[in-house]
């Protein structure tokens, strides 16, 4: 028996299937993340070829066939295109997809992360969110995914020449401890990374460098974590240690 379900959805990922088929990734308002066969859309001459990008957000009108779903008809509400004029927002949206794609299981609702993904992509599109804001948008997801960081053995008013973070317990040590989990982060980093912890807004501290060795540090964390490697967060390490700021 076949139904139909309407959702509000963003499209996460696409993967080729067959010469004009997609399988979409779509993050949804009701069902979570789902898996959908997007027929046709290809071709240049489909109707629906902009429901199956990544960045796309609108209503979707989806058949139900034994637990599989397929694409009936998309009501279009944004593409988020501003993301692409600028490379670092390009990238902490590319980001911020793929972080969603990584942390959420499947077919498990998630109104709050789709809350949280949509009020990042329109900030950074139309707010002036940058790369920062990213940080605290992964900072929160990473809560709402029941991995949320920790203060730990931070101390305030210590200053080393960098401080241990566990990254199986997501939190500061002692420089003492020694484990295969600890990394390493320079006292700039660390003590900007515990504002975000705090909900501070960072002062007078070199912020890109600082961004590059906190963006390291999650990426390894979420692969301790989870098992999955989160490439787009090498990516933005990699642009900013290089100089790269978003306007």
């Known amino acids: 028996m076949t139904e139909e379900i309407k959702a509000r959805g963003i499209c996460l990922r696409t993967t080729e299937y067959g010469e004009n088929d997609?399988?979409?990734?779509?993050?949804?308002?009701s069902k979570g993340k789902i898996a959908v066969r997007a027929r046709g859309v290809g071709s240049p001459k489909s109707k629906l070829r902009h429901a199956a990008v990544p960045?796309?957000?609108?209503?979707?009108?989806?058949?139900?066939?034994?637990?599989?779903?397929?694409?009936?008809?998309?009501d279009y509400l944004d593409s988020f295109e501003a993301v692409s004029y600028d490379i670092i927002r390009y990238y902490c949206g590319a980001a911020a997809l793929e972080t969603m794609d990584k942390?959420?299981?499947d077919e498990v609702p998630d109104v709050e992360g789709f809350a949280r993904l949509l009020?990042?992509?329109?900030?950074?599109?139309?707010?002036?969110?940058?790369?920062r804001d990213f940080v605290t948008f992964v900072l929160d997801v990473l809560k709402l995914s029941g991995y949320g960081l920790s203060?730990?053995?931070?101390?305030?008013?210590n200053d080393p020449a960098y401080y241990a973070f566990d990254l199986e317990e997501g939190g500061f040590v002692s420089r003492d401890v020694k484990s295969g989990s600890i990394a390493r982060l320079t006292t700039d980093a660390a003590r900007l990374l515990?504002?975000?912890v705090e909900g501070v807004r960072p002062q007078d501290i070199p912020v890109g460098s600082c961004l590059a060795e906190i963006l390291s540090l999650l990426s390894m964390y979420v692969r301790t974590?989870?098992?999955?490697?989160?490439?787009?967060?090498?990516?933005?390490?990699?642009?900013?240690k290089g100089g790269f700021a978003s306007r």
Do not use: Q, W
């Open 55 to 74: 960045f796309a957000f609108g209503e979707y009108i989806l058949t139900v066939r034994g637990g599989y779903y397929a694409l009936k008809t998309f």
């Open 194 to 196: 515990i504002d975000y």
């Open 151 to 157: 203060l730990g053995a931070y101390r305030e008013g």
């Open 22 to 29: 997609r399988i979409m990734t779509l993050l949804t308002d």
């Open 119 to 131: 009020r990042f992509l329109s900030d950074i599109c139309y707010g002036g969110g940058d790369v």
């Open 103 to 105: 942390l959420n299981e």
């Open 225 to 240: 974590k989870t098992g999955y490697t989160i490439r787009s967060y090498f990516e933005l390490a990699d642009m900013l």
